[in-house]
């Protein structure tokens, strides 16, 4: 089947607005990296998002969601297939102590909308740059919180686009894993459930939060974020930085001299000279002190030269 005959009927689906050919990837990617989309999607409504799902089951297609494209490097030959995006399913509102918010949208803007209405215990995910699907598929967190403290359910759809309600017991939530991902389904919206508390104090902790991001991350360059999981017994970015390879890189790619843990597009990386310095970081940090790094970062696509003919 041709991509445009999958553009026809997906624009039945979604409205021309919403679907585009060979979309570059590094458009919608927070290391501002990645080669073309084949086809790329933006459903509005719940129901176009289970459409859309169930036309890739009945084509049996490559298929990728994405979120906020920030725990993911795309390679230089870009997506085959399918890309959904989810931006447009970005709403939060809030009910008593309840926060639902949709999948595409920010957990920052979760968190600063928790604040808003002086709910505490999203305030960890404050400085987190992914989307809520993003979140519930890593359980995300930072600063000592994750996602399963304070979950209630999600609402989702499964790959052949059945609609389903997940409670916290069956999310299977551990460290920067869920079943979301296993199963590969796909967050419409995520319940939360929080506590009253003081806005002032739950501001003077976000503020902290930030301030210590951004004092040891180096957010002034386009980045995955945090590249590597972290060791059992060891810190990632204590053993890079500890192998002397700050500063060192593979073409426009760079360790962090800030943050080891970060490799940054310091100049105009391409994918292939991201991956290369991670696997040199990998490779070091194993001969130096024996210990193999894990991929917190989701790396997808294909090389340019798979699709050079």
Do not use: W
Request: aromatic residues 6%; negative net charge.
């Amino acid at each position: 089947m041709t991509n445009m005959m999958i553009y026809n009927e997906l624009t039945a689906i979604c409205g021309e607005n919403n679907v585009f050919i060979d979309e570059p990837m590094s458009h919608h990617t927070l290391t501002k990296i990645g080669g073309k989309a084949d086809v790329f999607v933006t459903p509005q409504t719940y129901e176009q998002v289970a459409d859309v799902v169930r036309l890739n089951a009945n084509y049996h297609l490559p298929f990728m969601l994405l979120g906020n494209g920030s725990n993911m490097i795309v390679k230089d030959g870009g997506v085959r297939g399918l890309v959904m995006y989810m931006s447009h399913l970005s709403s939060v509102r809030v009910e008593g102590t309840q926060l639902t918010a949709q999948g595409g949208a920010g957990i920052i803007h979760a968190a600063q909308i928790a604040l808003e209405h002086s709910l505490t215990g999203l305030e960890f995910a404050c400085g987190i740059p992914g989307s809520v699907g993003g979140a519930m598929v890593m359980n995300a967190g930072a600063y000592g919180g994750e996602v399963k403290d304070v979950i209630d359910h999600v609402k989702a759809v499964t790959p052949t686009g059945d609609l389903v309600i997940l409670n916290k017991e069956d999310l299977a939530l551990d460290y920067r894993t869920s079943i979301i991902g296993k199963k590969h389904y796909i967050v419409l919206e995520a319940v939360f459930k929080l506590e009253k508390g003081d806005a002032a104090e739950i501001k003077e902790k976000m503020a902290d939060l930030t301030y210590r991001r951004e004092s040891k991350q180096p957010l002034e360059y386009p980045s995955v974020g945090s590249v590597f999981k972290r060791p059992p017994g060891y810190f990632a970015g204590k053993l890079i930085q500890d192998s002397g390879l700050q500063g060192k890189g593979v073409g426009g790619a760079e360790v962090s001299t800030k943050h080891a843990g970060f490799i940054v597009n310091k100049n105009n990386a391409t994918a292939a000279d991201y991956i290369a310095t991670i696997d040199m970081v990998r490779e070091t940090v194993k001969q130096t002190f024996g210990v193999e790094l894990e991929l917190e970062a989701k790396i997808v696509g294909e090389d340019l030269t798979e699709t050079a003919d």
